[in-house]
Protein backbone atom coordinates (compact mmCIF):
# COMPACT_ATOMS: atom_id res chain seq x y z
CA UNK A 1 0.00 0.00 0.00
CA UNK A 2 1.40 3.12 -0.60
CA UNK A 3 0.92 6.82 1.67
CA UNK A 4 0.51 9.62 -0.40
CA UNK A 5 2.12 12.95 0.79
CA UNK A 6 -0.12 15.96 1.86
CA UNK A 7 -3.48 13.11 2.18
CA UNK A 8 -5.43 12.32 4.77
CA UNK A 9 -5.46 8.37 4.84
CA UNK A 10 -7.66 6.06 6.82
CA UNK A 11 -7.38 3.11 8.03
CA UNK A 12 -10.32 0.46 8.89
CA UNK A 13 -10.46 -2.97 9.67
CA UNK A 14 -11.85 -5.25 12.34
CA UNK A 15 -10.19 -6.14 15.44
CA UNK A 16 -7.28 -8.20 14.98
CA UNK A 17 -7.13 -6.63 11.39
CA UNK A 18 -3.82 -6.09 11.87
CA UNK A 19 -3.83 -1.71 12.26
CA UNK A 20 -2.14 -1.15 15.17
CA UNK A 21 0.73 -3.35 13.59
CA UNK A 22 0.78 -1.77 10.16
CA UNK A 23 0.90 1.89 12.40
CA UNK A 24 3.86 0.78 14.15
CA UNK A 25 5.64 -0.17 10.71
CA UNK A 26 5.27 3.32 9.59
CA UNK A 27 8.29 4.83 11.81
CA UNK A 28 9.86 1.39 12.36
CA UNK A 29 8.74 0.58 15.39
CA UNK A 30 8.55 -2.63 14.20
CA UNK A 31 10.71 -4.37 11.44
CA UNK A 32 8.96 -6.25 8.85
CA UNK A 33 9.68 -10.47 8.45
CA UNK A 34 9.36 -9.57 4.76
CA UNK A 35 8.60 -7.12 2.19
CA UNK A 36 9.94 -3.42 2.59
CA UNK A 37 8.94 -0.43 3.83
CA UNK A 38 9.70 3.03 2.69
CA UNK A 39 8.96 6.46 3.90
CA UNK A 40 9.78 9.85 2.62
CA UNK A 41 11.95 8.14 0.14
CA UNK A 42 14.05 6.22 2.61
CA UNK A 43 14.34 2.82 3.39
CA UNK A 44 13.63 1.81 6.46
CA UNK A 45 15.78 -1.48 6.33
CA UNK A 46 18.60 0.98 6.62
CA UNK A 47 19.32 1.50 10.13
CA UNK A 48 20.65 5.20 9.44
CA UNK A 49 17.54 6.00 7.40
CA UNK A 50 15.44 4.31 9.86
CA UNK A 51 16.56 6.75 12.58
CA UNK A 52 15.73 9.82 10.61
CA UNK A 53 12.58 8.39 9.32
CA UNK A 54 11.79 8.26 13.52
CA UNK A 55 11.33 12.10 13.69
CA UNK A 56 9.51 12.62 10.55
CA UNK A 57 6.83 10.13 10.99
CA UNK A 58 5.22 10.58 14.47
CA UNK A 59 2.97 7.92 16.09
CA UNK A 60 0.02 8.45 18.04
CA UNK A 61 -0.69 5.42 20.07
CA UNK A 62 -3.73 4.61 21.30
CA UNK A 63 -4.65 5.88 24.57
CA UNK A 64 -1.13 7.67 24.75
CA UNK A 65 -1.76 9.60 27.67
CA UNK A 66 -0.98 6.21 29.54
CA UNK A 67 2.97 7.08 28.29
CA UNK A 68 3.05 10.61 30.08
CA UNK A 69 5.28 10.52 32.95
CA UNK A 70 7.43 13.76 33.71
CA UNK A 71 6.70 15.92 36.52
CA UNK A 72 5.27 18.52 34.30
CA UNK A 73 3.41 19.22 31.22
CA UNK A 74 6.04 21.12 30.00
CA UNK A 75 8.78 18.66 30.94
CA UNK A 76 6.95 15.91 28.97
CA UNK A 77 6.11 17.54 25.58
CA UNK A 78 10.13 18.86 25.98
CA UNK A 79 11.28 15.16 26.29
CA UNK A 80 11.23 14.16 22.47
CA UNK A 81 13.10 17.71 21.31
CA UNK A 82 15.57 17.23 24.55
CA UNK A 83 16.69 13.94 22.84
CA UNK A 84 16.95 15.08 19.69
CA UNK A 85 19.90 17.47 21.51
CA UNK A 86 18.45 20.50 20.18
CA UNK A 87 19.18 23.93 21.93
CA UNK A 88 17.14 24.97 25.34
CA UNK A 89 15.22 28.01 23.21
CA UNK A 90 14.35 26.07 20.46
CA UNK A 91 13.00 23.00 22.82
CA UNK A 92 10.65 26.02 24.52
CA UNK A 93 9.63 27.19 21.51
CA UNK A 94 8.45 23.74 20.26
CA UNK A 95 6.92 22.80 23.69
CA UNK A 96 4.86 26.33 23.80
CA UNK A 97 4.04 25.87 19.84
CA UNK A 98 2.42 22.19 20.37
CA UNK A 99 0.89 22.87 22.75
CA UNK A 100 -0.63 25.97 21.53
CA UNK A 101 -1.11 23.26 18.59
CA UNK A 102 -3.47 21.40 20.20
CA UNK A 103 -5.07 24.27 22.04
CA UNK A 104 -3.23 24.31 25.82
CA UNK A 105 -1.94 27.40 27.21
CA UNK A 106 1.83 26.65 28.11
CA UNK A 107 1.53 29.56 31.05
CA UNK A 108 -1.70 28.11 32.19
CA UNK A 109 -0.78 23.98 32.25
CA UNK A 110 3.31 23.99 31.71
CA UNK A 111 4.10 23.96 35.21
CA UNK A 112 1.09 21.30 36.36
CA UNK A 113 1.75 17.68 36.85
CA UNK A 114 -0.16 15.81 33.43
CA UNK A 115 -2.03 13.87 35.97
CA UNK A 116 -4.20 16.93 37.18
CA UNK A 117 -5.42 17.49 33.79
CA UNK A 118 -8.35 16.01 32.96
CA UNK A 119 -8.40 12.53 30.36
CA UNK A 120 -8.68 14.47 27.53
CA UNK A 121 -6.33 17.46 28.50
CA UNK A 122 -3.96 14.34 29.04
CA UNK A 123 -4.10 13.07 25.52
CA UNK A 124 -4.11 16.50 24.05
CA UNK A 125 -0.29 16.51 26.21
CA UNK A 126 0.47 13.16 25.06
CA UNK A 127 -0.39 14.24 21.38
CA UNK A 128 1.63 17.88 22.17
CA UNK A 129 4.23 15.78 23.01
CA UNK A 130 4.48 14.13 19.02
CA UNK A 131 4.09 17.25 17.41
CA UNK A 132 7.36 18.85 19.20
CA UNK A 133 9.20 16.60 17.12
CA UNK A 134 7.57 18.08 14.27
CA UNK A 135 6.86 15.43 11.97
CA UNK A 136 5.92 15.13 8.60
CA UNK A 137 3.70 12.69 9.37
CA UNK A 138 1.31 11.79 11.78
CA UNK A 139 0.13 8.19 12.48
CA UNK A 140 -2.70 8.09 14.81
CA UNK A 141 -3.82 4.41 15.95
CA UNK A 142 -8.17 5.12 17.42
CA UNK A 143 -7.48 8.61 18.51
CA UNK A 144 -10.59 9.74 19.68
CA UNK A 145 -11.11 6.06 21.53
CA UNK A 146 -12.73 6.43 25.01
CA UNK A 147 -13.12 10.33 24.39
CA UNK A 148 -16.98 11.60 24.71
CA UNK A 149 -18.73 12.80 22.18
CA UNK A 150 -17.52 16.46 22.40
CA UNK A 151 -14.15 15.75 23.13
CA UNK A 152 -14.22 13.43 20.04
CA UNK A 153 -15.24 16.08 17.86
CA UNK A 154 -12.70 18.52 19.15
CA UNK A 155 -9.92 16.11 18.65
CA UNK A 156 -11.17 15.07 14.81
CA UNK A 157 -11.08 19.21 14.25
CA UNK A 158 -7.60 19.16 15.81
CA UNK A 159 -6.47 16.28 13.05
CA UNK A 160 -8.26 17.74 10.29
CA UNK A 161 -6.92 21.18 11.38
CA UNK A 162 -2.97 19.64 11.06
CA UNK A 163 -4.25 18.17 7.94
CA UNK A 164 -5.16 21.45 6.38
CA UNK A 165 -1.85 22.77 7.70
CA UNK A 166 0.33 20.41 5.79
CA UNK A 167 0.96 17.38 7.54
CA UNK A 168 0.12 13.74 5.82
CA UNK A 169 -2.36 12.49 8.65
CA UNK A 170 -2.72 8.36 8.41
CA UNK A 171 -5.42 7.77 11.02
CA UNK A 172 -7.10 4.05 12.35
CA UNK A 173 -10.80 4.93 12.93
CA UNK A 174 -13.14 2.51 14.27
CA UNK A 175 -15.68 4.99 13.13
CA UNK A 176 -16.61 4.16 9.19
CA UNK A 177 -18.93 8.11 10.19
CA UNK A 178 -15.50 9.80 10.75
CA UNK A 179 -13.57 7.94 8.06
CA UNK A 180 -16.11 9.47 5.25
CA UNK A 181 -16.20 13.10 6.68
CA UNK A 182 -12.21 13.70 6.99
CA UNK A 183 -10.40 11.33 4.44
CA UNK A 184 -9.39 11.56 1.16
CA UNK A 185 -8.96 7.74 1.12
CA UNK A 186 -9.44 4.46 3.08
CA UNK A 187 -7.54 1.40 3.23
CA UNK A 188 -9.49 -1.76 4.68
CA UNK A 189 -7.26 -4.27 5.93
CA UNK A 190 -8.64 -7.52 6.63
CA UNK A 191 -6.26 -10.66 8.41
CA UNK A 192 -3.23 -9.25 7.79
CA UNK A 193 -3.54 -7.62 4.72
CA UNK A 194 -5.43 -4.95 2.45
CA UNK A 195 -8.67 -5.83 1.71
CA UNK A 196 -9.88 -2.66 -0.10
CA UNK A 197 -8.54 0.95 -0.38
CA UNK A 198 -9.91 3.75 -2.40
CA UNK A 199 -11.99 6.93 -2.12
CA UNK A 200 -14.71 7.10 0.78
CA UNK A 201 -17.08 6.78 -2.78
CA UNK A 202 -15.26 4.04 -3.90
CA UNK A 203 -15.15 1.90 -0.40
CA UNK A 204 -18.32 2.38 0.80
CA UNK A 205 -20.04 1.70 -2.44
CA UNK A 206 -18.85 -2.07 -1.49
CA UNK A 207 -21.35 -2.50 1.52
CA UNK A 208 -21.92 -6.09 1.21
CA UNK A 209 -17.96 -6.55 1.00
CA UNK A 210 -17.46 -4.79 4.10
CA UNK A 211 -20.02 -6.59 5.56
CA UNK A 212 -18.64 -9.78 5.21
CA UNK A 213 -15.32 -8.65 6.81
CA UNK A 214 -17.60 -7.18 9.81
CA UNK A 215 -17.52 -3.39 8.98
CA UNK A 216 -20.76 -1.21 8.43
CA UNK A 217 -21.24 1.94 6.62
CA UNK A 218 -21.69 5.31 8.02
CA UNK A 219 -24.75 6.02 9.74
CA UNK A 220 -26.18 8.42 6.36
CA UNK A 221 -25.60 5.44 4.20
CA UNK A 222 -27.41 3.43 6.10
CA UNK A 223 -29.89 5.78 6.45
CA UNK A 224 -30.35 6.41 2.68
CA UNK A 225 -30.38 2.77 2.23
CA UNK A 226 -33.41 2.47 4.08
CA UNK A 227 -35.54 5.40 2.82
CA UNK A 228 -34.45 4.04 -0.95
CA UNK A 229 -35.81 0.70 0.39
CA UNK A 230 -39.13 2.46 1.73
CA UNK A 231 -39.48 3.93 -2.18
CA UNK A 232 -37.71 6.94 -1.62
CA UNK A 233 -35.85 7.94 -5.35
CA UNK A 234 -32.73 8.87 -4.18
CA UNK A 235 -29.95 8.75 -6.25
CA UNK A 236 -27.76 5.36 -6.12
CA UNK A 237 -24.35 5.93 -4.25
CA UNK A 238 -22.38 8.13 -2.74
CA UNK A 239 -24.61 9.24 0.17
CA UNK A 240 -22.30 8.95 2.71
CA UNK A 241 -21.99 11.74 4.36
CA UNK A 242 -25.07 13.60 6.74
CA UNK A 243 -24.67 16.51 4.38
CA UNK A 244 -24.87 14.58 0.91
CA UNK A 245 -27.82 13.00 2.27
CA UNK A 246 -29.37 16.62 3.22
CA UNK A 247 -28.52 17.74 -0.18
CA UNK A 248 -29.74 15.00 -2.00
CA UNK A 249 -33.41 15.37 0.25
CA UNK A 250 -33.35 18.76 -0.03
CA UNK A 251 -33.25 18.45 -4.20
CA UNK A 252 -36.20 15.81 -4.09
CA UNK A 253 -38.44 17.86 -1.64
CA UNK A 254 -38.19 20.72 -3.80
CA UNK A 255 -38.37 18.48 -6.97
CA UNK A 256 -36.36 19.86 -9.40
CA UNK A 257 -32.36 19.31 -9.81
CA UNK A 258 -31.27 22.92 -9.76
CA UNK A 259 -33.57 23.65 -6.65
CA UNK A 260 -31.88 24.71 -3.48
CA UNK A 261 -28.65 22.70 -2.47
CA UNK A 262 -29.34 22.95 1.47
CA UNK A 263 -31.72 22.59 4.11
CA UNK A 264 -31.99 26.63 5.46
CA UNK A 265 -32.63 27.40 1.45
CA UNK A 266 -35.50 24.58 1.90
CA UNK A 267 -36.65 25.64 5.26
CA UNK A 268 -36.47 29.24 3.60
CA UNK A 269 -38.32 27.93 0.14
CA UNK A 270 -41.35 25.96 2.03
CA UNK A 271 -41.55 29.99 4.23
CA UNK A 272 -41.57 31.10 0.49
CA UNK A 273 -44.13 28.82 -0.78
CA UNK A 274 -46.19 28.94 2.46
CA UNK A 275 -46.84 32.62 2.16
CA UNK A 276 -47.43 32.29 -1.56
CA UNK A 277 -50.26 30.43 -0.74
CA UNK A 278 -49.12 26.71 -2.51
N1 LIG B 1 0.45 -8.92 8.38
C1 LIG B 1 0.35 -9.69 9.48
N2 LIG B 1 0.73 -10.98 9.44
C2 LIG B 1 0.66 -11.74 10.54
N3 LIG B 1 0.17 -11.34 11.73
C3 LIG B 1 -0.22 -10.08 11.83
C4 LIG B 1 -0.17 -9.18 10.72
N4 LIG B 1 -0.66 -7.98 11.12
C5 LIG B 1 -1.00 -8.14 12.41
N5 LIG B 1 -0.73 -9.38 12.86
C6 LIG B 1 -1.00 -9.89 14.21
O1 LIG B 1 -2.42 -9.83 14.44
C7 LIG B 1 -2.67 -9.43 15.78
C8 LIG B 1 -3.60 -8.24 15.82
O2 LIG B 1 -2.98 -7.14 15.16
P1 LIG B 1 -3.25 -5.63 15.55
O3 LIG B 1 -2.31 -4.85 14.73
O4 LIG B 1 -3.22 -5.42 17.03
O5 LIG B 1 -4.76 -5.44 15.02
P2 LIG B 1 -5.76 -4.21 15.16
O6 LIG B 1 -5.00 -3.01 15.56
O7 LIG B 1 -6.37 -4.09 13.80
O8 LIG B 1 -6.78 -4.64 16.18
C9 LIG B 1 -1.33 -9.16 16.42
O9 LIG B 1 -1.00 -10.29 17.22
C10 LIG B 1 -0.37 -9.00 15.26
O10 LIG B 1 0.92 -9.41 15.60
MG1 LIG C 1 -5.29 -1.79 17.23
Same mark, same amino acid.
Given at each position: ??????????????????????????????????????????????????????????????????????????????????????????????????????????????????????????????? /????????????????? /???????????????????????????????????????????????????????? /????????????????????????????????????????????????? /?????????????????????????????
Amino acid at each position: MTVRRGEFLGLAGHTGSGKSTLVQHLNGLIRPQEGSICALGLDLSNKKDAAAVKAKVGVVFQYPERQLFAETVAQDVAFGPHNLGLPQDEVDRRVESSLSRVGLDLTTVGDKSPFELSGGQQRRVAF /AGVLAMEPEVLALDEPM /AGLDPAARRDFLELIDRLHRDGLTVVMVSHSMDDLANCCDRIVVMNEGAVFAEGTP /AQVFAHADELKSIGLGVPAAQRMALALAEAGVPLRRGGLYTVESLADEL /ADLLIGRSDGPSNVADIAKSKTVAREEGC
